[in-house]
């Protein structure tokens, strides 16, 4: 985003510019991040999915939507993606015959390591116009404000 098309400032005392200023950085940031995902042949859906597989191992679909703030209908659709493309597996869950867990294949493991390099070069390719100051002062603030 350059200077022509960044938002102007609000009215003194009329600032509500929280909601459009982070929805325009989420979609600077998914913009870049899906760029640099494409020779790779997934989404950001894909890795958020792969992610949270490599952090918490095998889990049910549900829990994937809860950690991945997606509804069900698109996670299964994800998993259907991933499971095609031979990076997870749908396997029986432990203790519960009616559910089922999703795991990371060898072959999910290998693209996520990819995948994450793709998303620490655009990380940094974002902030890149920030000190590194700045950089840490704004994860900080964005964490705060996404866990009050």
């Not at 995902?37 to 191992?57: K, M, Q, S």
């Not at 994937?64 to 991933?82: E, F, H, Q």
């Not at 390719?125 to 866990?147: G, K, M, N, P």
């Amino acid at each position: 985003m350059n200077a022509e098309n960044s938002p102007s400032p609000p009215p003194a005392g009329r600032d509500y510019s929280l909601g459009p200023l982070l929805r325009l950085a989420g979609q600077r940031a998914s913009a870049a991040f899906s760029e640099g995902l494409v020779p790779l042949g997934i989404e950001g859906r894909h890795f958020g999915v792969l992610l949270n597989l490599v952090r918490h191992g095998p889990v049910n679909q549900r829990k994937i939507g809860a950690l991945t703030g997606s509804d069900k209908s698109s996670i299964v659709r994800t998993v259907d993606d991933l499971e095609a493309r031979g990076l997870a597996v749908r396997r029986p869950a432990a203790g519960d015959r009616r559910a089922y867990a999703v795991e990371i294949t060898d072959a999910g493991r290998e693209l996520f390591a990819h995948a994450e390099a793709v998303a620490m070069r655009v990380n940094g390719e974002l902030l890149a116009h920030l000190t590194a100051e700045e950089q840490d002062h704004l994860r900080h603030l964005l964490r705060r404000f996404v866990s009050p």
